[in-house]
T-cell receptor
Framework: DAGVTQSPTHLIKTRGQQVTLRCSPK?????VSWYQQALGQGPQFIFQ?????ERQRGNFPDRFSGHQFPNYSSELNVNALLLGDSALYLC???WGQGVVGYTFGSGTRLTVV | EDKVVQSPLSLVVHEGDTVTLNCSYE??????LLWYKQEKKAPTFLFML????IEKKSGRLSSILDKKELFSILNITATQTGDSAVYLC??????????FGTGTRLQVTL
């Protein structure tokens, strides 16, 4: 039974570019949440997708956007990259917008230069 | 704004020691508190606590929640080098997002 899968594992981008990160949820899960984890910090909630709609959003600018597909997989897009966007981006999946069984992927390490 | 404070920020102990990690929180419409262990990348689930005073145990790890005083503790007995990691607590409210603290970095030495 596959867990949460994220791609790519590592990425280097230049300031001002755009990036797309991908997440496939655990089998049986229909809700995907995205987190940003800066070095030495805890993960910070970006947004959550359920039934192909953004249901909740944390304190992140509109440069951060996302999408959920009918198969429950999700993308995180970041436009106009800043050096401060360098972080580990974690995806977590669960069922029915709940937290029981909340499972994290291994993340995408984004470096902006 | 939801707030989580973990202490200590970091801890170095010898193998066999017992450690207590603390988590205090302020969350609107609190529902549950989760503990995670993060070794490299993916945080792995340890406990979910919803009721005060009921200790959850898993091997050498245990955790308890105090909803009146708004804190939780995670205990690890007979620590091993494999326990070295960052331990994160995350309360949840009516919104099912997790609000994480900075974490406690535990290093267990021989």
């Amino acid at each position: 039974d596959a867990g949460v899968t994220q791609s790519p594992t590592h990425l280097i981008k230049t300031r001002g570019q755009q990036v797309t990160l991908r997440c496939s949820p655990k089998s049986g899960h229909d809700t995907v949440s995205w987190y940003q984890q800066a070095l030495g910090q805890g993960p910070q909630f970006i947004f959550q997708y359920y039934e192909e709609e953004e249901r909740q959003r944390g304190n992140f600018p509109d440069r951060f956007s996302g999408h959920q597909f009918p198969n429950y997989s999700s993308e995180l897009n970041v436009n106009a990259l800043l050096l401060g966007d360098s972080a580990l981006y974690l995806c977590a999946s669960s069922w029915g917008q709940g937290v029981v069984g909340y499972t994290f992927g291994s993340g995408t390490r984004l470096t902006v230069v | 704004e939801d707030k989580v404070v973990q202490s200590p920020l970091s801890l170095v102990v010898h193998e066999g020691d017992t450690v207590t990690l603390n988590c205090s929180y302020e969350v609107t419409n609190f529902r549950s508190l989760l503990w995670y262990k993060q070794e490299k990348k993916a945080p792995t689930f340890l406990f979910m606590l919803t009721s005060s005073g009921i200790e959850k145990k898993s091997g050498r790890l245990s955790s308890i929640l105090d909803k009146k005083e708004l804190f939780s503790i995670l205990n690890i007995t007979a620590t091993q080098t494999g326990d070295s990691a960052v331990y994160l607590c995350a309360p949840t409210g009516t919104a099912s997002k997790l609000t994480f603290g900075t974490g406690t970095r535990l290093q267990v030495t021989l």
